[in-house]
């Protein structure tokens, strides 16, 4: 089980703002639920790790064999984040307090987790085929950008493997409706059920029972 990261600083001058007032420490924990879809001490990734809040869910109630955290912090973003609203504090939250939280996590299961600092193409064509048991998708919400990683990510999959990912909206006007829109096509084209669950995640299996 993941060691809880410790408290943050006052980030840019709100010091209401921060990692355990994030909105993200309450949404990660609504996701365990996820974890009766994926086999038990498999091999996963969570491409899109952003604070780390879900990393520490995925350690302790996927349990897996290996995780890969994949985001690739400075690389898309430099020293800031976009300003988001109050989800990056107006842009001024940085990029190494985020990474600071991931290294933490990665440190308290130091046999189980990898971090990866890459874009998420680049991280799945550098692992062999049939490598994964599960992915965690939370990375570019645009329509080709979802694509190109589900694209991506089937042949890293495992026969029996499973996709899981973040903000399926019915309604595909909404703000993130490029992510729906490409699950749908992808789960047509490649024969995946789909199950859109508890505040908004959707699941993509080619059996679907579950595995756990």
Not at 170 to 199: C, I, M, N, R, S
Request: proline share 5%.
């Amino acid at each position: 089980m993941a060691t809880p990261v410790g408290k943050t600083a006052k980030l840019g001058g709100n010091a209401r703002f921060s990692r355990e007032t994030h909105r993200e420490a309450t949404h990660a924990p609504n996701r365990a639920y996820l974890a009766q879809y994926v086999r038990k001490g498999g091999v996963g990734a969570e491409i899109g790790v952003f604070w780390a809040h879900f990393s520490e869910v995925i350690l302790a109630t996927f349990k897996p064999a290996k995780l890969y955290l994949v985001d690739p912090y400075h690389r898309l973003h430099g020293q800031t984040y976009p300003a988001w609203g109050p989800y990056t504090d107006q842009g001024r939250l940085t990029v190494a307090e985020t990474l600071a939280a991931a290294k933490a996590v990665q440190a308290s299961a130091p046999d189980v987790v990898e971090l990866r600092e890459q874009f998420s193409t680049e991280f799945l064509e550098g692992l062999a085929e049939a490598t994964l048991d599960w992915v965690y998708l939370d990375a570019g919400h645009k329509y080709e950008m979802v694509r190109d990683d589900l694209a991506a990510i089937l042949p890293r999959l495992k026969p029996d493997g499973v996709i899981l990912g973040d903000d399926y909206f019915a309604d595909p006007k909404a703000a993130h409706g490029g992510v729906t829109q490409a699950v749908d096509e992808f789960a047509k084209a490649h024969g995946f059920a789909l199950t859109v669950g508890k505040y908004c995640q959707y699941v993509l299996r080619r059996d679907a029972a579950p595995t756990a």
